[in-house]
């Protein structure tokens, strides 16, 4: 058997990456960026009044000028307009490009106008460039806003297209596809037996990439009979970059998957990991290199397994970044007697503090996934040592964001 963290290298060594395609900006939700954006100009693009008022030339108010009549009217949209009399003002609108010759904006809310005169109020104070954002202060022309590697957000949309990219250089969708094994399981809306259950590890797989927008993502159920998985597994292998099985992988007499992707080439890279739950996970590569995924068909191992070395794999495929380790500080002590990583759920403790706190929620069995619902993600508990304290600063990850 080999480490979680050994496991996850020799994952790494055998990732190919994904090729791009083109697609409208708008669409891009989800995708991985592949190119650099670069700002189209400066932003702002220009001086931008951020207040409706008057535009003046704030030198003017020092000579305690309170009066001062309207040359014109800048609307957001108008060409650059020019103050004439520094003595004067114009009134300008949310948006509008500050009037050359001026300064300084006064709000409406500070103003009386009347007869094309705008009087301020007693006793205010202005400062030079209030109430103006000023031309590249956001960033200037050429300047890199994203990298490759970013994964599209709905708040980058705007900055994207405010560089002039209506359409972006991404990462194609891997093509995956998920089969759950065994005679024993039926899907929900279907009569079941007392001797059968539902189906449920291939349907959360699917959601959790979904989740994570992988999209071209189809899940199939085969029965235990060694023919027909061949056949359907050799089917589903030439479809896809990623194959991902439940089930089979064990020492039972119909437990067909190790037998039958050796048969079809498949070559294995590692089977068993000093983990639990999920220790008789399976991972190979195809005769086209594609990545094939064989987990326990236990709810618990098959979630966890799917977070911990499916998605940061894809998501390397896909040219994203898997971010820092993320740590939580432990309410409780734990004591472990075996030298397996423990992949413990927990949900997080409510308090006052900044520090995020778990309390680690056990489960029966790998099969008792009624305890993960509700819990935010699991810590990391190293086989290495056997007491972990309260308090104890932990590894976590999270169910959402690999």
């Given at each position: 058997m080999i480490s979680p963290a050994q496991a996850k290298k020799l994952i790494a060594a055998?990732?190919?990456?994904?090729?791009?395609?083109?697609?409208?900006?708008?669409?891009?939700?989800?995708?991985?960026?592949?190119?650099?954006?670069?700002?189209?100009?400066?932003?702002p693009p220009f001086d931008r009044v951020t207040m409706d008022g008057i535009a003046i030339n704030s030198r003017t108010f020092k000579n305690n000028n309170y009066e001062f009549n309207i040359e014109s009217?800048?609307?957001?949209?108008?060409?650059?307009?020019?103050?004439?009399?520094?003595?004067?003002?114009?009134?300008?609108?949310?948006?509008?490009?500050?009037?050359?010759?001026?300064?300084?904006?006064?709000?409406?809310?500070?103003?009386?106008?009347?007869?094309n005169i705008a009087c301020l109020e007693a006793n205010y104070e202005l400062k030079k460039w209030q109430f103006i954002h000023r031309q590249g202060s956001d960033h200037k022309k050429g300047e890199k806003v994203l990298q490759p590697g970013h994964k599209i957000a709905p708040i980058d949309i705007a900055?994207?297209?405010?560089?002039?990219?209506?359409?972006?250089?991404?990462?194609?969708?891997?093509?995956?596809?998920v089969?759950?094994?065994?005679?024993?399981?039926?899907?929900?809306?279907?009569?079941?037996?007392?001797?059968?259950?539902?189906?449920?590890?291939?349907?959360?797989?699917?959601?959790m990439l979904n989740e994570q927008n992988y999209k071209n993502c189809m899940h199939h159920h085969l029965?235990?009979?060694?023919?027909?998985?061949?056949?359907?597994?050799?089917?589903?292998?030439?479809?896809?970059?990623?194959?991902?099985?439940?089930?089979?992988?064990?020492?039972?007499?119909?437990?067909?998957?190790?037998?039958?992707?050796?048969?079809?080439k498949v070559e294995c890279i590692f089977y068993k990991i000093k983990q639990r739950p999920g220790k008789p996970m399976w991972f190979g590569v195809g005769p086209k290199n594609q990545l094939v995924f064989a987990l326990p068909g236990n709810p618990v191992s098959a979630i966890t397994c799917c977070r911990h070395y499916i998605i940061p794999?894809?998501?390397?495929?896909?040219?994203?970044?898997?971010?820092?380790?993320?740590?939580?500080?432990?309410?409780?002590?734990?004591?472990?007697?075996?030298?397996?990583?423990y992949f413990l759920p927990v949900k997080f403790f409510k308090t006052s503090s900044a520090i995020r706190k778990v309390i680690p929620i056990e489960t029966n069995t790998s099969g008792d996934f009624?305890?993960?619902s509700g819990t935010s993600g699991y810590i990391e508990l190293s086989g290495n040592k056997n007491k972990f304290s309260k308090s104890e600063n932990i590894i976590f990850h999270n169910w959402k964001h690999p």
């Open positions: 055998n990732l190919i990456k994904i090729k791009n395609q083109k697609i409208n900006t708008n669409t891009s939700i989800g995708y991985t960026l592949n190119e650099t954006i670069y700002a189209e100009r400066d932003q009217v800048h609307f957001a949209g108008d060409s650059k307009k020019t103050l004439k009399n520094k003595y004067c003002c114009i009134e300008v609108m949310t948006g509008s490009v500050l009037p050359e010759g001026t300064d300084c904006v006064i709000p409406i809310e500070r103003l009386t106008i009347k007869n900055l994207i297209l405010s560089c002039g990219k209506d359409k972006i250089n991404v990462n194609d969708e891997p093509s995956i596809r089969i759950s094994t065994g005679c024993e399981l039926i899907p929900a809306g279907k009569k079941i037996q007392p001797h059968q259950i539902r189906m449920s590890n291939g349907p959360s797989i699917v959601a029965v235990d009979d060694k023919q027909i998985q061949k056949t359907n597994i050799k089917k589903y292998l030439s479809q896809s970059n990623i194959l991902i099985l439940s089930g089979g992988i064990s020492m039972g007499k119909a437990d067909f998957i190790p037998k039958i992707l050796d048969e079809l794999a894809l998501k390397e495929m896909c040219g994203g970044e898997n971010p820092d380790k993320e740590y939580v500080q432990l309410q409780k002590n734990i004591h472990l007697t075996s030298k397996l990583t009624t305890s993960l």
